[in-house]
């Protein structure tokens, strides 16, 4: 049976048989009501440094937990190549469907973006941190993805050094070969408004390509998903 995994603040070391003492309030709720975990059950922690570790409950109180680190796992191969995904603020719903959906499918960066139409100005960002961090303990993933605060358009230019391309309708089509020897991929996704004229010129005067992904006219966080499909796997 797969063991559940999760992350947590302190750092873990390597040696097995180190005994781990876990106070944070919310996990030990957590793994007293929900998961209802007793003395002897194990599961997977990790630290986001990629090493995945089995520990094994030596005692859990509502006043914290004593764990004993039993084996270090083999680490998983992390993805071919890392998507930085900026995405367009939209509805919350939509917005964190999105940062779910594409923690699983193995995206690197969650970049938000202020766009000329975006319907939202701002976000909860402890509760979008809290998104990627249990969709990434609930697919397996060794590290978290890196979640931004929200940027302008014209400020994002400045926060990657990776080929780029941004999705827009009545473009030239995207070819996922012309950017499969890519070691990192950034990825500019609109509102549901599209982008503006203006951000088009933008993105023209820093020779973004752009570029179509379908003869339909997507939602935003549908075109997110999809293209991030279809890079990452």
């Not at 992390?78 to 930085?84: C, G, I, L, P």
């Not at 993933?141 to 929200?150: A, G, N, S």
């Not at 070969?177 to 609109?190: M, R, T």
Request: aromatic share 10%; proline share 4%.
């Amino acid at each position: 049976m797969r063991l559940h995994h999760f992350f947590i603040e302190q750092k873990l070391g390597k040696q097995v048989g180190q005994e781990l003492l876990i106070a944070d309030p919310e996990k030990i709720h957590q793994w007293l009501r929900v998961f209802r975990f007793n003395t002897g059950d194990q599961v997977v922690l990790l630290d986001d440094s990629g090493s995945e570790f089995v520990c094994e409950f030596s005692g859990i109180s509502p006043g914290g937990a004593t764990l004993v680190v039993r084996k270090e796992l083999e680490s998983k191969n992390q993805v071919s190549q890392e998507v930085f995904l900026f995405q367009s603020l939209i509805k919350n719903d939509k917005f964190e469907w999105v940062l779910q959906k594409g923690t699983e499918l193995g995206v690197s960066r969650f970049m938000p973006i202020l766009a000329d139409r975006s319907e939202k100005k701002s976000l909860n960002f402890p509760r979008c941190k809290k998104i990627v961090v249990e969709a990434s303990e609930q697919c397996g993933r060794p590290t978290l993805p890196k979640f931004y605060e929200v940027m302008k358009l014209e400020e994002s230019f400045g926060q990657y050094d990776a080929k780029s391309v941004v999705f827009h309708p009545d473009a030239p089509r995207f070819n996922k070969l012309d950017f499969i020897n890519e070691q990192h991929l950034a990825v500019f996704i609109g509102p549901e408004g599209g982008w503006s004229d203006r951000e088009i010129d933008l993105f023209k005067q820093k020779n973004v390509p752009i570029l179509s992904f379908s003869n339909l006219i997507l939602r935003s966080e549908t075109a997110a998903i999809a293209i991030s499909s279809l890079i990452l796997l």
